[in-house]
C-alpha cells in the first residue's frame, strides 16, 4: 500500500492554530515588564501552533534577558521539539540536549511529567532508545501513568518486545492502565504480528471496561489485521455499537493488507459514513493485490465524480501500481502523463517496480532516473534497476550500476524478520 507520512514545517504557523499570534506578539513587545507567566504565554502559543524554532528562540531570548524558567517553560518548549521538520533534525536534537541538561540542573527532570516529554522528543527526534530508558529510570519514585505511557510508547516501534515488558513492570507495580497505555500497547501487538499478544490485550481492554471505547476498537481492528486474523478485525468491527470513519477504513485496509479485494469492495458497498481519501487507498490498494483492473479504475474515476475527494499522489501511486502488476504499463504511463501535479519519488518508484516484474528495460531505466532524481539517497532505485539488468542476463549493466552506487554513499536497507521462539521474540 502506498502512502505518505508528513511532519509540520519548521516554524510556519499551523492551520491558524494561534489565529492571534500576531498580535500577540504587538503587545508583548508593547509591555514595559514582563514575567514569567508573560513569557510562557508566548512560548505555549508558539508550541500550541507548531512553531517549535520561534518556541526555541523565545526561551534563548528569555534566557538572556536573565528570566528564570519553570517546569511550564521547559513542558512547552520541549514539546515544541516534537514538531521538528525533518530537515532541521539534527539541529532540533541539538536543542533537546541543551534543555535536558538544564532540566538536570535544575532538578525538574526528575518531575514526571517533564521526563516524559523529554522521553518523547527524544523518541521523535531519532535518539537512542537508551537515552529514552535512562531519562526515564532517573525520574524513579516520581513516575505517573503519564511517564510509563511515554516510555512504552517511545519502545512500541523500535522495540515492541521491550515495550511490552515494560506494560508488565507497570502492572507489577501496582499502576493501572489506562486507555492511552492500552493504546499505546496495542501499537508494539501491531509490529510484533503475534496473535495471541493482541487476543490478550482484547480480553484486558474487555475486562477494563473499555469494550464500547471506538480508539481502543479502532486499535484492535489494525492489530489483529497485522497478526494476520482478519476474522478477528471483522468481529471487532462488527461488534462496534457506533462505527466511526477511523473503523471502516481500519477494517478496510486489513482487507487490502490480505489481498482481500471482493470483502474490501463489499464493505465498501455498505458503508454508512462518508469514505475519505484514506478509504480509497485502501480499496486501490486492494484491487491491486489481486489484478482488479476494470474495478480499481471504476473506484478510482468515482471519487471526484461521485464522493467529491480529489485523487492525491497516494491514490495515482495505486493506480500505477494496479496497472504495473497487471501488465498494462501503456496505461500506468499515460496516467502519470495526465496527472494534475508533478509525480514525485513513489510515483516512479511503483512504475520501476512493473518495470521490474514484466522486464521493461528502457523505461525502467527512465523511471530509475527520475526516481535518483527525485530522492538521491533511495537505493530502491538501484536494488530495482539492478534486477531489471540481471533478468535480462546484462550482468555488466547491474555490476557497473552496483558500483555507481556505493559511489554515491547510498546503502541499501538490509532486511530483518521476527521469529517467536519458546515465547521469547528474535
Aim: hydrophobic share 40%; net charge negative.
Amino acid at each position: 500500500m502506498y502512502s505518505r507520512g508528513s511532519r509540520r514545517g519548521g516554524s510556519g504557523r499551523v492551520g491558524g492554530v494561534w489565529s492571534d499570534g500576531d498580535e500577540a506578539l504587538r503587545v508583548f513587545e508593547g509591555m514595559e515588564w514582563r514575567d514569567l507567566v508573560t513569557w510562557n504565554s508566548m512560548i505555549a502559543g508558539f508550541q500550541i501552533s507548531g512553531m517549535w524554532a520561534e518556541a526555541v528562540g523565545f526561551f534563548n531570548r528569555m534566557r538572556r534577558d536573565g528570566i528564570g524558567f519553570d517546569r511550564a517553560t521547559l513542558l512547552s518548549t520541549v514539546s515544541s521539539l516534537c514538531e521538528v521538520d525533518v530537515d532541521y533534525v539534527v539541529q532540533g536534537f541539538w536543542y533537546c540536549l541543551q534543555l535536558h541538561g538544564l532540566s538536570v540542573k535544575s532538578a525538574l527532570s526528575l518531575e514526571a511529567e517533564v521526563s516524559s516529554v523529554l522521553v518523547k522528543a527524544y523518541s521523535d527526534l531519532g535518539g537512542e532508545v537508551r537515552d529514552c530508558y535512562k531519562i526515564f529510570m532517573d525520574s524513579s519514585g516520581r513516575r505517573d501513568i503519564v511517564s510509563w505511557t511515554g516510555i512504552i510508547d517511545t519502545f512500541a516501534e523500535q522495540i515492541p518486545q521491550v515495550s511490552l515488558s515494560f506494560f508488565c513492570q507497570l502492572r507489577r507495580d501496582g499502576w493501572v492502565p489506562d486507555r492511552y497505555t492500552l493504546l499505546t500497547v496495542l501499537k508494539a501487538c501491531a509490529e510484533l504480528m503475534i496473535e495471541r499478544h493482541a487476543s490478550s490485550f482484547h480480553l484486558l481492554i474487555v475486562k477494563s471496561g473499555f469494550e464500547e471505547d471506538n480508539l481502543l476498537a479502532n486499535a484492535l481492528i489494525h492489530s489483529y489485521a497485522r497478526c494476520g486474523v482478519i476474522s478477528l478485525s471483522k468481529k471487532v468491527f462488527d461488534e462496534l455499537g457506533f462505527r466511526d470513519i477511523i473503523s471502516w477504513n481500519s477494517v478496510l485496509k486489513g482487507y487490502a493488507l490480505h489481498g482481500h479485494a471482493g470483502e474490501a469492495l463489499e464493505l465498501f458497498s455498505r458503508m454508512d459514513a462518508k469514505p475519505d481519501a484514506t478509504t480509497f487507498v485502501s480499496i486501490l490498494s486492494a484491487c491491486s493485490h489481486v489484478g482488479m483492473v476494470e474495478k480499481g479504475a471504476a473506484v478510482f474515476d468515482s471519487m471526484l465524480e461521485k464522493y467529491g475527494v480529489v485523487p492525491d499522489y497516494d491514490h495515482y501511486a495505486c493506480m500505477i501500481d494496479l496497472f504495473g502488476r497487471a501488465g498494462c504499463i501503456a496505461e500506468a504511463m499515460n496516467l502519470i502523463k495526465k496527472m494534475p501535479m508533478e509525480p514525485d519519488s513513489v510515483i516512479w518508484a511503483a512504475l520501476l517496480g512493473a518495470c521490474r516484474i514484466h522486464n521493461e528495460t528502457e523505461l525502467g531505466k527512465f523511471a530509475a532516473s527520475k526516481l535518483r532524481e527525485l530522492d538521491p539517497d533511495n537505493s530502491l532505485g538501484y536494488v530495482l534497476m539492478s534486477n531489471i539488468f540481471c533478468s535480462d542476463r546484462n550482468f555488466d549493466d547491474a555490476i557497473s550500476l552496483w558500483k555507481k552506487m556505493k559511489g554515491s554513499r547510498v546503502r541499501k536497507k538490509p532486511g530483518f524478520s521476527r521469529v517467536e521462539v519458546g515465547n521469547q521474540v528474535h
